[in-house]
């Protein structure tokens, strides 16, 4: 009876290891990794989160950009369909020891591809390419010719209409005021709606993150910060724009008078200080056009453990979740750009109302995560096989809009605490895609 109870345990073994093969076979088949090229690895600059956008599309194209080993500015472009890059080094050079100074690229309705890059508090750099989906950019040139002595993290969004949205801060951190500036493809010029649409009363900046819905309405989540150290991070506000950026409203839809300050923003959540909230992570909408917005913070109730959490709105109330998954503590506190064992997570929405959490995590190996669900289960599973460092998720958010797909920017970097360099240099840039997120399954 033994033998014949061995010998059954060991034929469910086989089955079970078969199976698991089979299960991480077919994960293996929906992830495709295509490399571009050698990138900068001193430190994070090519893989901070605030990058809009690392990656775009458009028209069957895929574009990148990142910093060389040199730090040059090196642009790339692909068809969607191929795992072949072409690579431009462009003229155009930036201060990769400075991890703020990341390179934002967007293609505009026309196909012109336009880049900002190298900021933290000094003069604007932007650029745009000569022809339509070309990667040779023409000469450094004015957006508006108004607050861009003092840029800091710009960005840019495609409206539906092609038009363009470019934001940024004017100023340092702990006085710095939002900007935004409009392109118009009829004209192909740039427009500021807002020199200051966010005081911060140069007492305070806010640390925003904005995504644009299916209807063109553009929304806007941000945290406070009351100095350069991170741990004075507090709250969450929100604001929706209906009409390409130029006047606001609160979720209730009530208009806000401008510019928006604290004691008259709306909040999403209330976060005390000293609560490792990040800043500047990441805020989508679902299929209604709701909002949902991804960061992380130490909740006080019941857990010291930091964790992710999803603000999201529910009729005229806001409510929150978490994964809960966590289980070591850090502590959240300093200046400059931070080693922090969690990255700042992206977050995507399925038709279903299915969450996507994606980051890394050093509790789990630091790899490429996924963590997905709804209200209160949730899955995880490991979207790389290794260890990336400091690295930090941006996407191809035209991907996602278009065709649901996933195309993440990965590249293994380290981040030394406070601006630090790590001795090595260089390692691949890749894009990582996942065509059938859904069929994803947790390992």
Known sequence: MKCINAFVYLIFWISFQCVNCMAQDHQNDLIKISTIGEGWA??????????????????????????????KVVLAKRNLDEKVWQTETTAF????????????????GDGFL??????????????????????????MESLTGSEE?????????????????????????????????????TTQSWRQIHRNLI??????????????????????????????????????????????GHTWENHLGEKYALPIKQNTATYAWRIPQNSNLINQTAITTDKKGKPYI????????????????????????????????????????????????????QLLVDHKGVMYLIYRDEEFGGKVLLVYGKSKRWKMTALSSEDVG??????????????????????????????????????????????????????
């Open 199 to 244: 005081d911060g009363e140069a007492e305070r900046s806010a640390y925003w993150q904005a995504c644009i819905d299916g209807k063109g309405y553009i929304h806007l989540s941000w945290v406070w910060r009351e100095s350069w150290d991170v741990e004075t991070n507090h709250d969450m506000a929100y604001a929706i724009s209906k009409d390409k």
């Open 42 to 71: 001193g430190n994070s600059v090519n893989t901070v989160i605030f990058r809009r956008n690392a990656l775009d599309s458009k028209d069957g194209l895929q574009f990148a950009a990142y910093y060389d080993p040199d730090g």
């Open 149 to 185: 002595s003092h840029v800091t993290y710009p960005e840019f969004h495609r409206l539906p209409d092609g038009d363009l949205i470019m934001m940024y801060r004017s100023g340092g951190s702990g006085r710095g005021n939002l900007v935004i500036n409009h392109y118009d493809l």
């Open 390 to 443: 400091q690295w930090e998720p941006t996407l191809d958010i035209s991907r996602w809009k278009d065709e649901k797909e996933l195309h993440l920017f990965v590249q293994k970097v380290t981040q030394i605490d406070g601006e630090g360099l790590a001795d090595h240099k260089s390692s691949p840039v890749t894009v990582l895609q996942i065509k059938h997120l859904n069929q994803i399954k947790s390992n």
């Open 93 to 108: 050079t930036g201060n990769v020891k400075d991890a703020h100074n990341a390179i934002s690229i967007v293609l505009d």
């Open 294 to 345: 991804a960061t992380y913070w130490m909740d006080s109730v019941g857990n010291q453990v930091t964790q992710l959490q999803v603000i999201y709105q529910r009729g005229k109330a806001w409510k929150k979740v978490s994964p809960n998954h966590r289980s070591q503590f850090f502590d959240l506190a300093g200046g400059g750009t931070k080693r922090i064992p969690i990255s700042r997570p």
């Open 114 to 139: 336009h880049m900002s890059w190298d900021h933290h508090d000094n003069q604007l750099n932007y650029a745009r390419s000569i022809e339509p989906y070309g990667l040779e950019m023409g000469d």
